[in-house]
């Protein structure tokens, strides 16, 4: 696990492949089983990346 939300919301590797760039799976409380959520670390990243700064843009777009 390298990250979690309260508990409830968990992200993961499958460390016994010693991938270097491995698959991210991902765990919500509730759902019944656990999905891939990207199929390589780096492409997690860059997605996490690309919504920060969607986000940011149009924070600072938002006339006073």
């Not at 919500?28 to 656990?34: A, F, S």
């Amino acid at each position: 696990v390298f990250s979690s939300h309260q508990g409830y919301i968990f992200f993961f590797f499958d460390t016994s492949k010693h991938l270097e760039d491995p698959p991210v799976y991902g765990y919500k409380e509730g759902d019944l089983t656990i999905r891939l959520i990207d199929e390589s670390f780096s492409k997690f990243l860059y997605g996490l990346l690309e919504e920060e700064t969607a986000i940011w843009k149009k924070v600072r777009t938002v006339p006073e």
